[in-house]
């Protein structure tokens, strides 16, 4: 049998290009783990700009992430290992099970089963799977199957080759979630949580070594509690993104008043509130259809894991142990960044500790 090629990665790039900011971590691999050699974090709308999320063009990313690897001294033709995601509408992830089926059918077997269960389109499906596992009682096969779409791919690698770099492995976004604590930390039973929260968006993950993989995007992020801080303290957008990222949604202690959460005046629910919802509503349906509901943590991640009150807020209104999660705990660090240990930058993290 021929041998297969493995190539063998000394340095990797996670490229994590979000609406707001382009995360990307450069690490350097070792004999056993990683090492962190730098990372950015830079957004691609102006500080403090107001904006319409539908008016952003994908145009904004080149020249912001010409200048990262400039500044990071990397020179992209020269990286043998990148590995970047998408994520959103377009992509989709889904594990099912299907009885056993030899490799030969599998893959068409499979296309037809995606168009079942996946939201896209059947002509511009791009689709990919993997076998997990195989039931030796039953002989079912469990399979993850994960789609996008063609043009949503072409958009993206538009994006890496304008600012001069070859696209490399293109992971889905909450793939790279789960794998960004898979990788890092050792558990060997019990269903993680991780809520990578965003600007505009919130990846959902359910992940356990033995438990049935979920995920699904909940459309709030930062920008919703920018917008809300808004509202409810009459700011501007820049004076209400300063104000989020000192007090979060903590209202400001006054003497005599313990703290609460911002309240609206008007009916609406909160931004925290309906992500707390979406959540819940998740996990029923996680509970019935996996049968499991051993959950024993909530991870959070992204941006705006670092909204002051909010940990606090999931953990008391779901009643699971809540956690920024650090996802630099597993790696060897340079002494410069053992203070900047930033949940923003775990899918990055993930993407780049992303075995070939
Ligand atoms: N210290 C902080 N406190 C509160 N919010 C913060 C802080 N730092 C960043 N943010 C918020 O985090 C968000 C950006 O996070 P992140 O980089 O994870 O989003 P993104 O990946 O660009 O967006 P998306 O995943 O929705 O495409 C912004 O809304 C920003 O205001
Ligand atoms: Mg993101």
Same mark, same amino acid.
């Given at each position: ?14 490229? $994590? #290009? ?5 995360? #990307? ?11 962190? !050699? ?13 904006? *319409?999320?539908?008016? !952003? ?24 290992? #990148? ?68 043009? !949503? ?8 080759? $304008? ?33 990578? !929260? ?27 509690? *920018? ?66 509901? $051993? ?62």
């Amino acid at each position: 049998m021929a041998k297969k090629k493995v190539v063998k990665f000394k340095e990797s790039v996670g490229l $994590d #290009l979000g609406t707001h900011s382009i995360k #990307l971590v450069h690490l350097r691999k070792l004999h056993s783990g990683f090492k962190l !050699l730098n990372y950015e974090i830079k957004p691609t709308i102006p500080e403090g700009l107001e904006y *319409t999320p539908s008016d !952003l063009s994908p145009d904004r990313y080149a020249p912001v992430l010409n200048g990262m690897f400039k500044s990071l001294k990397i020179n992209p033709k020269k990286v043998k290992h #990148l590995v970047s995601s998408i994520g959103g509408d377009n992509t989709s992830i889904k594990q099912i099970k299907t009885i056993f089926l030899p490799e030969e059918e599998l893959e068409s077997a499979l296309f037809f089963e995606a168009k079942k269960h996946l939201p896209i389109s059947g002509s511009d499906m791009l689709l990919d799977y993997q076998v997990l596992n195989i039931e030796e009682r039953t002989n079912n096969m469990n399979i993850l199957l994960a789609a996008t779409t063609k043009d !949503l791919l072409d958009e993206h690698s538009k994006i890496l080759s $304008d600012a001069g770099v070859a696209p490399g492995i293109v992971d889905i976004e909450s793939l790279a979630v789960a794998n960004s604590f898979a990788l890092n930390s050792y558990v060997e039973e019990g269903i993680y949580i991780i809520l990578n !929260l965003g600007a505009h968006k919130t990846n959902m993950v359910i992940y356990g070594p033995q438990a049935k993989f979920f995920s699904r995007d909940i459309p709030f992020g930062g920008y919703s509690f *920018t917008r809300e801080i808004m509202k409810s303290n009459n700011l501007g957008f820049e004076q209400a993104e300063e104000y989020k990222k000192e007090h979060g949604i903590v209202k400001e202690e006054k003497e005599g008043e313990s703290s609460s959460l911002l309240a609206l005046n008007i009916a609406e629910k909160s931004t925290a509130e309906q992500i707390v919802m979406e959540v819940k509503r998740s996990l029923r349906f996680y509970v019935k259809e996996a049968g499991n509901s $051993d959950f024993r943590k909530i991870l959070l991640t992204g941006g705006s894991a670092k909204v002051k009150g909010l940990p606090l807020y999931i953990e008391e209104n779901l009643n699971i142990p809540v956690e920024i999660y650090n996802p630099f705990s597993s790696l060897e660090m340079p002494e410069k960044f053992k203070d900047k240990q930033d949940p923003q930058l775990a899918l990055a993290l993930g993407l780049a500790m992303r075995p070939e």
